[in-house]
């Protein structure tokens, strides 16, 4: 043996010792390689098998198959895997030829069946794969040409009869036609009337008895015009809706209260019951209080001295609310009413009790009267407001809700 190389010959070493026994520190199979001098050296405490207490272990394999890494093995961390071992389905080079799955990739498209490739004998199809309009699930995912029907109505938008609509399960080849402005049947056509000539928001189809009239369609309000305004068919102007022989048309001014008509007697209400425009008129005193009327609107003037807040529900009660005067005229003309009937202070519908400092009237509006000289005072317990006379011709003041006790004006709210 050259001491330089460590080569040995193969007969075999003195005493009668096999050769590649004289060889310490390397391997059988590197020292049968021919070239001891490039082998790597067994670990300490390492020996050929055979010899007593040795393994045969090579250091180089990590993973004990017999291969090492460097020399086939792909993966010396995995003792399945390594050169010769079967290939199995599960997208890894068992074997390390450099094919992952090798054989089981019929097509080679980089997927085999067990990685979801739904046919492998065609390299176009395979998970990922583009969707093509053709019949074939391309992309192995939720059957074929799933991207050219995305409505799920089981027509394509592709091919010789596309759905005109993929967004609409109700609208394909062989649909049902209806009325609703659409081509149902994407057959390139529409039903005769589904159009909206007039913009209205209706088909003639579905109603319209004049497409080129926007004021005319079902559901609009029929006005006192000689036109059918709701198509319902008809007119309705001669229509008596509350049954008291006195049509809207022929000057019943509320044709949902059949005692509200021309020649209905006028009762203490607050309303115009005889439809002449004006309230309680002939009724000199309603509810307890003298009745004045101002461009058809009535007042009660009540003399009975109660707090704000009973004053309130009073007018409540007859159907009227506490008066609400707009303007100097309507405050003038209200204060001087109230002095020809008796005191000359009187509760009014304004207070500021949600807001204080923010006088409201009971109805939300804000005030649009004259307040006296430093009024509102409002030290913080005068809330309510009252028609008084520390001015020539009346003026606001506000004076405390519960304390004082005062006449009331009501006034009759508009007919809603």
Known sequence: MDSGRGSVSRRGGAG??????????????????????????????????????ETSADPADLDGDGARAGYGDCDDADPTV???????????????????????????????????????ADPQVHPGAPERCNGVDDDCFHGPDDAFDRDGDGHLACGGAPDCDDGDPEVHPGG????????????????????????????????????ADAARAPGRTEACNGVDDDCDPGTDEAADGDGDGTAACDGDCDDGDA???????????????DCDGEVEEGIPSCAGCAVVTREGTAYLLCEEATDWPTARAACEAAGYALATPRGDEEVAWLFAAGMAVGPGVWWIGFHDMDDEGAFVGVDGSPVDGPWGPDEP?????????????????????????????????CEAPPRG
């Open 16 to 53: 009668g010792r096999p050769w590649w026994r004289g060889v310490a520190g390397f391997s059988l199979a590197c020292v049968l390689a021919g070239d001891a001098g490039g082998c790597a050296p067994i670990t300490a405490g390492g020996s050929e098998a055979g010899d007593g207490g």
């Open 82 to 120: 390594h050169p010769g071992a079967p290939e199995r389905c599960n997208g890894i080079d068992d074997d390390c030829d450099g094919v992952v799955d090798g054989g089981l990739d019929q097509d080679a498209d980089g997927f085999s069946t067990c990685l979801g490739d739904c046919d492998d």
């Open 176 to 211: 049902t036609e209806v009325c609703d402005g659409r081509d149902g049947d994407c057959d390139g056509a529409t039903l005769p009337g589904e159009v909206d000539g007039d913009g209205d928001g209706v088909l003639a189809c579905a109603g319209d008895c004049d497409d």
């Open 259 to 273: 005692t509200v008509h021309h020649g209905a007697p006028e009762v203490c209400n607050g309303q115009d019951d």
């Open 377 to 409: 005072q409002d030290p913080g317990h005068e809330d309510c407001a009252s028609l008084i006379g520390i001015c020539p011709q009346g003026c606001l003041a506000d004076l405390d809700c519960d304390r004082m006790a005062l006449p009331r004006i």
